[in-house]
């Protein structure tokens, strides 16, 4: 009988805390009033004349107020015609909605291991495309005309990392021997990588 009971409260102690952590959190207020400060907003086109010829124009919380406690942020990315690039890049707290307005992307990301599958679509104006939270995504315009997309992120700090800087542009660097061995490349490979890339110096 004694058994019975210890296994009744075990079971009833599992359920419990299963629905306990089985929920978001309630926010702490209803909402956050934003100021009202139209230099936040997604409406100028960005500035793509750089070696990526992409630029991401992100309102988070962290620039427009009245998002937090929402558990969302707001992306536009400019992309410059024949190869403007976001660069593979992972989100860690988000998942992103991406929706193309202007010109043509190929658009993917590569699933997690051991599978490393890669899904790839073209998107044309008015498709959209997700990027599921965490996940190696990118996106590049194959056209010859500028592009323009906005993004939606399920968080209102989504954060990111994109991997090639993450990877070669890390301060400090990487002992360049630990990149030559995960990366099956010569060490001199690795040492010139770090050197040349472009936000090393920025």
Known sequence: ??????????????????????FDPSPLQDFCVAINDTKNGL???GNTSNQ???????????QISGLNTLGISLARVDYAP????????THPRATEILVVVEGTLYVGFVTS???????????YPGDVFVFPVGLIHFQFNIGNTNAVAFSGLSSQ???????????????PAI???????????DKNIVNQLQSRFWWNNN
Request: proline letters at 6%; glycine letters at 8%; hydrophobic letters at 45%.
């Open 113 to 123: 291991n051991p599978d490393n599958r890669l899904i790839t679509k073209v998107l």
């Open 157 to 171: 700090n989504p954060g990111i990392n994109t991997i090639a800087k993450a990877v070669f542009g890390s301060n």
């Open 1 to 22: 009988m004694k058994g019975a009971q210890i296994l009744v409260a075990f079971v009833l102690l599992a359920l419990a805390s299963s629905l306990a952590s089985a």
């Open 82 to 89: 024949y190869g403007g690039l976001n660069p593979p890049h």
């Open 52 to 62: 990526l010829g992409s630029k991401v124009t992100l309102v988070n919380v962290g």
């Open 43 to 45: 409406n100028k086109q």
């Open 175 to 185: 002992n360049p021997e630990v990149l030559a061995k995960a990366f099956q490349l």
